[in-house]
């Protein structure tokens, strides 16, 4: 019995492994489509966010399985309940890089986006989901901090776009509103960040037992 629930757990592990990956691309994708003016194939990103959900969906399935049809112990119940959470970050995830490719279907002025830390941010973010799913799989503790640490960041990035952009905005007025849908899309990134920081917290949880969340309760 406890082989087959290992064997479970492992399957776990994977397919938290390709909702990741598809995480990675919907938001790579969505870059490409905001730094291409030649590129219009948001559909592409529509199809990924669809494919996160019915990952989600697969993964919830697979947790509610491993919770009726085997007897988890507390660190059990911890990766499974930490999973859970986490697919729901995930799924956040997915619907932000959908956010930012629909801007960036009616942005003409694409060429902006070079101009300020967008590709950065998008790097950043990418790593951070990368790397607290690899943590949670890996059951690496230091690892998952240094995921919530790198959110600094990401946040300093954001940061910079809404110093910098006041006066982008002032020497090229004409472009104004295009600036501005810059900071909303910035705003996305931070908020992926965030999430993939909130996966990272999850790992320490079901690690340790410990969330900050818990701690302040």
Same mark, same amino acid.
């Given at each position: 019995?406890?082989?087959r629930f @290992?064997q479970?757990l492992?399957?776990l592990?994977v *397919?938290?492994?390709?909702?990741?990956?598809?995480?990675?691309?919907?938001?790579?994708?969505?870059? *490409?489509l $905001? #730094?291409?003016?030649? /590129?219009t194939?948001?559909? %592409?990103? /529509?199809?990924i966010?669809?494919e996160?959900n019915?990952k989600e969906?697969e993964?919830?399935? $697979?947790?509610?399985? $491993?919770l009726?049809q085997? #007897?988890?112990v507390a660190?059990?119940?911890?990766e499974i309940?930490?999973?859970l959470?986490? +697919?729901?970050d995930m799924?956040?995830?997915? @619907?932000?890089?959908? /956010?930012?490719?629909d801007?960036a279907?009616?942005?003409q002025? !694409?060429?902006i986006?070079?101009?300020?830390?967008?590709?950065e941010?998008?790097e950043?973010?990418i790593?951070?989901v990368?790397e607290?799913?690899d943590?949670?799989?890996? !059951? %690496?503790? !230091?690892?998952?901090?240094a995921?919530?640490?790198?959110d600094?960041?990401?946040d300093?990035?954001?940061?910079?776009?809404?110093?910098?952009?006041?006066?982008? +905005?002032?020497?090229?007025?004409k472009?104004?509103?295009?600036?501005? %849908?810059?900071?909303m899309?910035?705003?996305?990134? *931070?908020r992926?960040? %965030?999430h993939?920081?909130?996966i990272? #917290?999850?790992v320490?949880?079901? +690690?340790?037992?410990s969330h900050?969340?818990?701690? #302040?309760?």
């Open positions: 019995m406890r082989k @290992d479970q492992e399957e592990n *397919e938290l492994i390709k909702m990741g990956s598809l995480c990675e691309r919907a938001i790579r994708r969505a870059v *490409e $905001l #730094q291409n003016t030649e /590129d194939r948001v559909a %592409d990103v /529509d199809r966010e669809e996160v019915h969906r993964i919830e399935t $697979l947790c509610m399985k $491993l009726l085997q #007897q988890p660190r059990d119940l911890r309940s930490s999973a959470k986490m +697919i729901s799924e956040r995830i997915g @619907d932000q890089a959908q /956010d930012i490719a801007m279907r009616f942005m002025v !694409k060429e986006a070079h101009k300020i830390h967008i590709g941010m998008a950043a973010t790593k951070m990368t607290s799913i943590s949670f799989v890996k !059951k %690496d503790l !230091k690892a998952a901090a995921v919530v640490k790198y600094d960041v990401v300093e990035l954001f940061m910079k776009i809404k110093t910098e952009l006041p006066a982008m +905005i002032e020497k090229d007025s472009n104004a509103e295009y600036y501005i %849908d810059l900071i899309i910035a705003k996305y990134f *931070e992926i960040g %965030d993939a920081e909130n990272a #917290q999850w320490e949880y079901s +690690i340790t037992g900050e969340e818990l701690r #302040q309760e």
